[in-house]
């Protein structure tokens, strides 16, 4: 089973910032918190992921909790190509073979 | 730099028949996960290729086998197709079994 639980949908106005809550309050501290994207019978998308510092690229910033048991990923400027499934999933630092596990995601929608 | 690949795109086969997806990994990864995303679900981790060995197995039946060849590419093998096999069938690589995966386009398996 997941380890994350995220919104079932949100919606977010094109040019605004999409803000995309996942709770890990489980998650251990040698766990990162990853996040993909699904864009409509696409593959997954690797957009981020981090430990305990928020990160930041090029596609978006995650920001996690001080205790670590929730992060926001950040989309600054929502575009109609961001419309799509978005996935936290945490995973082990040392995962070895241990498989990604997807959960139901957060279906975002970005209005014209 | 070529990303994850998948062949073919759709496919249709018949209940009881055999069917071969193939993947070629990202370049300088050396490691294949296939997953399966029902419609409607989160992908679900089939298996996992390293060093032309199945390193670690989900929760799916012997019907589904696998195969890494020496140039890291991979193949997925289902034998005695069932309706419920249909499905979007994905492959993701990474460098090592700790690595970050990066998805491919998926292959699109329809049973009638």
């Known amino acids: 089973d997941a380890k994350t639980t995220q919104p079932p949908s949100m919606d977010c106005a094109e040019g605004r910032a999409a803000n995309l809550p996942c709770n890990h309050s489980t998650i251990s501290g040698n766990e990162y918190v990853y996040w993909y994207r699904q864009i409509h019978s696409q593959g997954p998308q690797y957009i981020i992921h981090?430990?305990?510092n928020n990160e930041t690229n090029e596609m978006a910033s995650l920001i996690i909790t001080e205790d670590r048991k929730s992060s926001t990923l950040i989309l600054p400027h929502a575009t109609l190509r961001d419309t799509a499934v978005y996935y936290c999933i945490v995973r082990p630092v040392n995962s070895g073979n241990t498989p990604l596990v997807f959960g139901k995601g957060t279906r975002l929608s970005v209005i014209a | 730099d070529a990303g994850v690949t998948q062949s073919p795109t759709h496919l249709i086969k018949t209940r009881g028949q055999q069917v071969t997806l193939r993947c070629s990994p990202k370049s300088g990864h050396d490691t294949v996960s296939w997953y399966q995303q029902a419609l409607g679900q989160g992908p679900q981790f089939i298996f996992q290729?390293?060093?032309?060995?199945?390193?670690q197995r989900g929760n799916f039946p012997d019907r589904f086998s696998g195969h890494q060849f020496p140039n890291y590419s991979s193949e997925l093998n289902v034998n005695a197709l069932l309706l419920g096999d249909s499905a979007l069938y994905l492959c993701a690589s990474s460098l090592g079994t700790d690595d970050t995966q990066y998805f491919g386009p998926g292959t699109r398996l329809t049973v009638l």
């Open positions: 290729y390293y060093e032309e060995e199945e390193r």
């Open positions: 981090g430990l305990k």
